[in-house]
């Protein structure tokens, strides 16, 4: 299934609007996300996963899955440096992945992991990210639910065109993506 990123929330203070979508599908091991983005910034300072990749051009997914009151978010730059945790909020009971679970979590991105500073123009890029289903539903192995609730985002947080993009609309006066209340249903097909 195909979703465009394309909620612009705060158009009065971040009206950039890149071109962002990503296409979702599973084998039922692992959840696959292929971004494809078209904007006119780009930068990667962030080399470490769990470091700010939000601050670069970035692209995350958040899932919850039904019943549960935890969330998960991954969140993943241009070259492929990535956050991802559990938590019940934005500072609410964080439980970041180890490293040998984000090592678990296979990154092919149109750029290599090397520091790109910030560049003006417009740019094409791709981020194709493998999330093993047993990271996301736990203790639910070998049957896992055919529904996620999730929303796709898109931001730059430190870029000269700060931007951030939803793919279901975020009702709140300023940028927050921590808001499950706000997650759209996905059907794991």
């Not at 992945?97 to 678990?104: D, H, S, T």
């Amino acid at each position: 299934m195909k979703y465009l990123i394309n909620q612009v929330n705060w158009p009065d203070s971040f009206p950039e609007k890149p071109e962002v979508s990503v296409e979702v599908t599973n084998d039922h091991e692992s959840l696959f996300l292929h971004y494809r983005v078209r904007g006119r910034q780009l930068r990667a300072v962030t080399t470490d996963d769990q470091g700010p990749v939000w601050e670069d051009s970035c692209v995350e997914f958040f899932c919850r899955v039904p019943g549960d009151d935890h969330y998960m978010n991954f969140e993943c730059n241009c070259i492929g440096a990535m956050v991802a945790s559990r938590r019940l909020g934005r500072a609410e009971n964080v439980r970041k992945l180890p490293p040998e679970q984000m090592a678990r979590i296979r990154r092919t991105c149109t750029f290599p992991r090397e520091i790109i500073d910030e560049r003006d123009g417009m740019f094409e890029w791709e981020v194709e990210l493998q999330i093993p289903l047993d990271l996301i539903f736990r203790d639910r192995q070998p049957v896992f639910p055919q529904k996620l609730m999730a929303n796709f985002y898109k931001c730059a947080d430190k870029t000269k065109l700060p931007h951030f993009l939803s793919w279901q609309p975020i009702p709140l006066p300023a940028p927050d993506f921590h808001c499950p209340q706000f997650f759209g249903e996905i059907v794991l097909e």
